[in-house]
């Protein structure tokens, strides 16, 4: 298991294990974890589960493709960080990964 921390705006930060191969929105939604709305269930079809990823983390975690970024065109406040958690896949390397979701999503 990955060990993914979210911090939700606003709360406490919330640990949840993820299945390695996973997106880190699927460990996001069944931990209820606030500010994750995923509501193209993961298709890259919305900006609803956008997040930022902490900066020691954008490296390991990548670019994000094209089509997300098109994607977080409809995001709000997107910064260089942004990423759709949809989009990320969990692997050993983002064990302890952090990422905040934003205030409100897109």
């Known amino acids: 298991m990955t060990k993914i921390t979210f911090f939700a705006a606003p709360g406490e930060p919330r640990a949840v294990d993820a299945l390695r191969g996973a997106s880190v929105m699927e460990p996001a939604l069944r931990n209820a974890v606030p500010g994750i709305e995923a509501e193209c269930g993961g298709a890259c079809a919305c900006a609803t589960c956008h997040v930022y990823v902490a900066d020691e983390w954008t490296e390991k975690v990548g670019k994000p493709s094209q089509m997300e970024e ?3 065109d409809f995001a709000f ?30």
């Open 70 to 72: 098109d994607m977080l």
């Open 77 to 106: 406040e997107v910064r260089p960080n942004s990423r759709l958690a949809c989009q990320i896949k969990v692997t050993e390397a983002l064990d302890g990964l952090v990422v905040t979701t934003p205030a409100k999503q897109g």
